[in-house]
């Protein structure tokens, strides 16, 4: 920070009010405006919930819970798919303010054990074919009841957990929607082992508060909810989002993309919430050729960062604007977007500033704040920044300053018009004799060659120059490593040139559609050390 202080970059949009309710409060407002309306569809078997139907179905939890002794400031663990009751019991927990502890239903029975015993749960909630890890992992944290969808053996049966008269009203205890903590999805942060994400009921409704105007979902309108509802995009953008408008959510409980797009066209979806890769299965498979995505209006990525020309061959394709938006689980997660106005898509960037938020862009090594155009870390403050990390203040302390300013670890630059790009993951950076290369830069040049159809790139030590940029590929037709090295050096400063390319099936992922470099660092330095 220099003598005349922090250069702070505010929202160019007007501050909106944030109501002091909780988020089902404020999720359900208007709901008995379209109280027959459908509000879940379960998009395989297309069996639905209208939203008087959901309503009830949450006061049948919550009777429930309350019966199970559960009350304000417990802990119960959503382990499982999208499937319509996900809303119900995350909304009842939430009306008796509780905590929604979110895992991820790919992991194992010790991750998901570390994080019942880390977060306190003491009810887990799962589907069937996850049963089995669920139980174990309870058994683990010492947690008496498992809850599944459907019958599976250790576990109480749905159907009659949810059997008894519904209870409407307000929690026992008065709940403080800017203390109380609503959702503890986990997340690592900019650094370290996965962490309690405290979001409070505020949090949430401020971000929804936030992202309102920009969206233009109405009541009648379906959405497809292929992104996880365990993770915060999922959770907020979709499952509160739209049913706060009056949508309809149609729930995949995992994503395949012929399902996706027979979804797409049935219900007439018009607008998508996607990561990078579903927007590149949009861009480039065959398969879209089949299925009929008129209504597709508009399509937003986040969770990743999308490289210009991906955005542009995807929107060119499908026929209808594609935009991106940036967040994270710390932020709620929304801290920009553009909005559906065609005339703010600056394609490559993720937007502008929400309203009530406030960036600096700080130099990562000197701290100081830059100019706009230079790239520095972004720092974000603004009421959807979380509470902090659950029992872990060391971590809070170094992810939010005293003064509220959150560090993203993310780096990007905002231009003179105030439209902001991220680069990468300021841990993702490949050294290059002391240049920074962005993976993600680099991964978007080669995406845009007609024979990759995916790819990743990561640091690879080399002895003169520290590290150089390896390329993963999942090719679509023939050509040579050579080809694609060439291929990316015409494109690119010389010093950010792909020196190694390895030809492979699949890019790992996360759900959100996060490549998961650690997983192909460790693959390669596994190598080096076998040799």
């Known amino acids: 920070m220099d003598a005349s202080g922090p250069m702070i970059l505010r929202s160019p949009f007007p501050e909106v009010p944030i109501p002091d309710v909780t988020i089902g409060e404020f999720v359900f407002e208007h709901a008995g405006e379209w109280w027959d309306e459908p509000a879940m569809i379960d998009g395989p078997s297309g069996r639905s919930l209208t939203y008087g139907e959901l309503r009830t179905m949450i006061g049948r939890c919550r009777a429930a819970l309350v019966a199970r002794g559960f009350t304000r400031g417990d802990v119960l663990c959503l382990y499982s798919p999208n499937v319509p009751e996900y809303a119900a019991v995350f909304f009842a927990v939430a009306e008796l303010g509780g905590v929604n502890t979110t895992a991820n239903p790919t992991y194992g029975a010790e991750e998901l054990a570390r994080q019942l015993k880390d977060s306190g749960a003491t009810i887990v909630v799962t589907a069937p074919q996850l049963a089995e890890r669920a139980c174990a992992a309870a058994a683990a944290a010492e947690i008496k009841e498992v809850i599944s969808w459907v019958d599976a053996p250790g576990c109480t049966p749905f159907a009659s957990f949810a059997s008894g008269a519904p209870t409407h009203g307000h929690a026992a205890h008065k709940v403080e929607p800017a203390q109380d903590v609503v959702a503890l999805p986990y997340s690592s942060g900019t650094t370290g082992l996965p962490k309690g994400v405290m979001l409070t009921h505020r949090n949430l409704v401020a971000n929804l508060a936030q992202i309102e105007f920009s969206d233009s979902t109405a009541p009648g309108d379906h959405l497809v909810g292929v992104l996880p509802f365990f993770h915060i995009y999922g959770m907020l953008v979709v499952l509160c989002g739209v049913l706060r408008k009056g949508g309809c959510v149609v729930t995949m409980p995992q994503f395949d993309l012929e399902q996706y797009l027979r ?45 210009r020309e991906l955005e542009e061959s995807c929107a060119a394709r499908i ?37 009530n938020t406030e960036c600096r862009i700080v130099h990562v090594e000197t701290r100081r704040d830059v100019e706009k155009g230079e790239q520095g870390e972004l720092l974000i403050r603004g009421p959807q920044v979380m509470k902090g990390y659950l029992n872990n203040p060391e971590a809070t302390a170094q992810a939010i300053d005293i003064d509220g300013w959150l560090r993203t670890g993310d780096v990007g630059y905002v231009d003179p018009d105030g439209f902001y790009y991220i680069v990468d993951r300021l841990k993702e950076f490949i050294k290059y004799k002391g240049f920074q290369v962005a993976p993600a830069e680099l991964e978007g040049v080669l995406l845009t060659h007609p024979a990759v159809a995916d790819c990743a790139v990561i640091p690879m030590a080399d002895e003169e120059a520290g590290e150089v940029p390896k390329a993963f590929v999942v090719t679509r037709q023939d050509v040579t490593s050579e080809e694609l090295m060439q291929y990316v050096a015409g494109k690119v400063a010389s010093f950010k040139k792909v020196r190694s390319v390895e030809f492979i099936e699949k890019i790992p992922k996360s759900p959100s559609g996060k490549i998961l470099r650690r997983e192909l660092i460790a693959f390669e330095r596994s190598r080096i050390v076998r040799s």
């Open 263 to 307: 979804l797409t066209s049935t219900y007439g979806v018009r607008r998508a919430f996607l990561v990078p890769p579903i927007a590149l299965a949009l861009a480039k498979h065959p398969m879209v050729d089949q299925f009929d995505l008129s209504k597709l209006k508009f399509v937003t990525s986040g969770a990743a960062p999308m490289g």
């Open 319 to 355: 026929g209808c604007v594609v935009k991106q938006g940036y967040g994270m689980t710390e932020t709620s997660p929304v801290t920009h977007f553009t909005p559906e106005d065609p005339a703010f898509v600056r394609h490559g960037s993720c937007g502008l500033l929400v309203p």
